[in-house]
């Protein structure tokens, strides 16, 4: 192709297509991540549920030890109010744990969809790009050509005449 007036034009027209393409491709990856982190992060606070939950069972049984320790012997039934604790600290936990897994499935899917609708979205952004840039090639083609024509009409044209 002959350098014209308008080739430094196209070629930044051409430079700023491709890269919004791989923006659009860019900013689909960084959703994937962020739902994969978000997912990581829910799996991350499940434990930390579970070990706050077995970390504050324990405190409650010290002070109910602590408690019998300094009371008359026979006073009150520790050993009941431990069951009791334990039996909501276990309700408790199963009910968050049947949460969290659910909520976890559902990010499961949720990624899963958004990863189809990735690819898809994906496949037809470049297909558009690709029309794109062969549309502005074929105009960059043309204003080449007629560039061309100009530039031999004028060499031809004898301003002495």
């Not at 991540?33 to 070990?51: C, T, V």
């Not at 069951?83 to 744990?97: I, N, P, R, Y």
């Not at 049947?98 to 499935?105: A, F, K, P, R, T």
């Amino acid at each position: 192709m002959t350098q014209n007036p308008f080739t430094a034009v196209f070629d930044a027209q051409r430079t700023a297509v491709e890269q919004s393409q791989n923006l659009t491709h860019d900013a689909l990856e960084a959703q994937k991540a962020s739902i994969s982190a978000f997912s990581d992060a829910m799996e991350s606070s499940s434990s930390m549920f579970e070990s706050n939950t077995e970390m504050t069972k324990g405190a409650v049984h010290a002070y109910f030890d602590a408690l019998e320790a300094s009371m008359p012997e026979d006073a009150a039934d520790f050993d009941e109010m431990r069951a009791l604790v334990d039996d909501g600290f276990d309700s408790a936990t199963e009910a968050q744990t049947q949460s969290m897994e659910s909520m976890l499935e559902m990010l499961d899917e949720s990624e899963a969809a958004y990863d189809e609708f990735a690819a898809t979205y994906s496949e037809m952004v470049d297909s558009s790009f690709d029309a794109v840039l062969e549309a502005h090639d074929q105009v960059e083609e043309n204003v080449t050509a007629v560039a061309e024509n100009v530039e031999e009409a004028t060499d031809e044209f004898d301003v002495s005449a």
